[in-house]
């Protein structure tokens, strides 16, 4: 699994004024939609279930998922859901197919 990921911004700089435009800074690359929130995970082949490690994961979280090929589009159309949300974790229930295959999740909340 891997995630890509954009610079976050120090709780505390001695300079306010450097520290200000670093929280700018940050806040429009969020608005040009570069966050932190996705994950690639490897389908194994012939599983049921994925289990995504990722310490952005809540009980709360919303997650979506987008396909790379075909194969695992497929799976998103028979249906993926998810259950089991934990601090850190969450199971992926998907189709079981013969090939592995990878998904893009997006984690928010």
Not at 9 to 32: C, F, W, Y
Not at 43 to 54: G, N
Not at 77 to 105: C, E, P
Request: hydrophobic share 40%; with cysteine.
């Amino acid at each position: 699994m891997s995630s890509q990921g954009y610079a976050a911004v120090s709780e505390m700089l001695g300079d306010e004024r450097e520290h200000r435009r670093k929280i700018a800074q940050k806040v429009n690359t969020i608005l040009g939609g570069k966050v932190n929130c996705t994950i690639d995970v490897v389908v194994t082949a012939s599983a049921t279930t994925t289990t995504i490690t990722d310490p952005r994961i809540s009980y709360f979280s919303f997650i979506s998922v987008m396909a790379f090929d075909a194969t695992g589009a497929a799976d998103i159309v028979a249906g993926i859901y998810f259950t089991t949300f934990n601090s850190g974790s969450v199971v992926m229930n998907h189709r079981s197919a013969a090939g592995v295959r990878s998904l893009r999740v997006c984690i928010l909340g």
